[in-house]
């Protein structure tokens, strides 16, 4: 049939291999979801975001284990939207498509905001305009960035993540000293909470699946994908809950959630530099991997003709500079009217419907292609939809 014909226009470069692909999921994970969504999650379940991220780590894994086994089967650049082609059917792929462009557009708008803002934070100024400005230019400058090739962004995104990993780390170092056993206290827990704490945690974690999107981008693909998947979200975990601890630990939960710049607000003394710098590094990196991860599945909708079939072309460079282009205007234009917290919270809801859809597909792999028991996507699958329940939930009451 005409909607499953692919048409290729050049060939991917494999330029990644294990340590890239992992520098690549960190670039993605440790940005918005570390340095703002924590401190939404706090605001939403106070000191039980240390249980929520728990839950969160946990349905990322196993979300984690089914990208990557159907990575491994299928290492071609697209992501679920390709898995839901050829594993269950087309409506399935299309909804995998535009669920991941329409949530992780807004995702990309919101890091780019997020940058802006830390950038006036640090100087004191709150301008709306010069915020959008600035989120606008930033989203210009990462996309000539990742038009010019997986190498070259490949080498940016290692450079940004190593900013990031520095001002983490001195983070929780200097404020270990100032945790007070005493802002992990509460009376009872509330399920519904907690959940949709989780669910928006799992979005903070979540940005392991652009390791997947890159099959035709890295080396020997059915090894380097699983690994270098497990690996950022192991990593992700201890980090996550780590700042987690020494944030609240150091000035409590409503401290730690008043603010849209939680760990600055956390860090003692002249560090609140240092985090200030690894937050406007973190979040040009997640932009980074956005655009890349984005314009891959819309470089595969456009093979498939489900997107205009010239953003399939891939140039001279071996990049497919129209899929990219159009990606950057497109978060550009979400920017300009962009807001934190609703896009992150519809963010949340999109993703996790675009996973439960690469959970069903990985139930219908092929014993032969099945590296992990069923049950692992199962459990995954339910998670997706119980979670995504508990964000509508939560946003149509605050509606009503």
């Known amino acids: 049939m005409r909607y499953n014909r692919v048409v290729t226009r050049g060939e991917l470069d494999r330029a990644v291999g294990v340590s890239g692909a992992v520098l690549m999921g960190l670039g993605s994970i440790l940005g918005t979801g570390i340095f703002v969504s924590v401190g939404i999650a706090t605001g939403i379940a106070g000191p039980a975001v240390l249980i929520a991220i728990a839950i969160a780590a946990a349905v990322a894994i196993c979300n984690g284990l089914s990208s990557a086994q159907l990575a491994a089967s299928h290492p071609v650049s697209g992501g679920t939207y390709e898995y839901g082609y050829r594993y269950l059917s087309r409506p399935f792929g299309l909804v995998a498509g535009w669920t991941f462009l329409l949530a992780k557009s807004a995702s990309a708008a919101t890091a780019a905001l997020g940058f802006a803002g830390y950038i006036l934070a640090a100087f004191d100024v709150a301008n709306r305009p010069l915020q959008i400005a600035i989120a606008v230019a930033l989203v210009v400058a990462i996309t000539a960035v990742v038009a010019g090739g997986i190498a070259r962004t490949s080498r940016a995104n290692a450079a940004i993540v190593g900013a990031t990993l520095v001002g983490l780390v001195a983070f929780v170092v200097t404020n270990i000293p100032s945790i007070d056993s005493r802002h992990f206290q509460f009376d009872g827990i509330d399920p519904v909470t907690v959940l949709h704490a989780a669910a928006l945690m799992f979005v903070a974690f979540a940005g392991y699946g652009r390791i997947a999107t890159l099959g035709e981008e890295v080396r020997d693909p059915a090894r380097t994908i699983p690994r270098a998947i497990v690996i950022a979200l192991v990593a992700t975990l201890a980090l996550y809950a780590a700042v987690v601890v020494v944030g ?86 979400l920017a300009l009217v962009g807001n934190v917290r609703t896009t992150w919270s519809f963010s949340a809801f999109m993703v996790l419907l675009y996973y439960a859809i690469t959970n069903l597909a990985a139930l219908r792999l092929p014993a032969e292609h099945r590296r992990f028991p069923r049950v692992i996507a199962a459990l995954a699958l339910a998670a997706c939809i119980a979670l995504a329940a508990f964000v509508a939930y939560a946003v149509i009451t605050a509606w009503t």
Not at 270 to 292: D, E, F, H, K
Not at 308 to 333: C, E, F, Y
């Open 248 to 333: 609240v630990g150091a000035i409590g939960a409503p401290a730690f959630a008043a603010t849209s710049a939680p760990l600055e607000a956390a860090a003692p003394g002249s560090v609140r530099y240092v985090v200030a710098v690894a937050a406007v590094t973190a979040m040009a990196g997640v932009l980074l991997n956005l655009i890349l991860g984005l314009s891959r599945v819309v470089l595969a909708m456009g093979r498939r003709g489900d997107l205009p079939r010239t953003l399939a072309t891939i140039d001279a460079r071996k990049s497919p500079r129209h899929a990219i282009l159009v990606t950057g205007a497109a978060i550009a234009l």
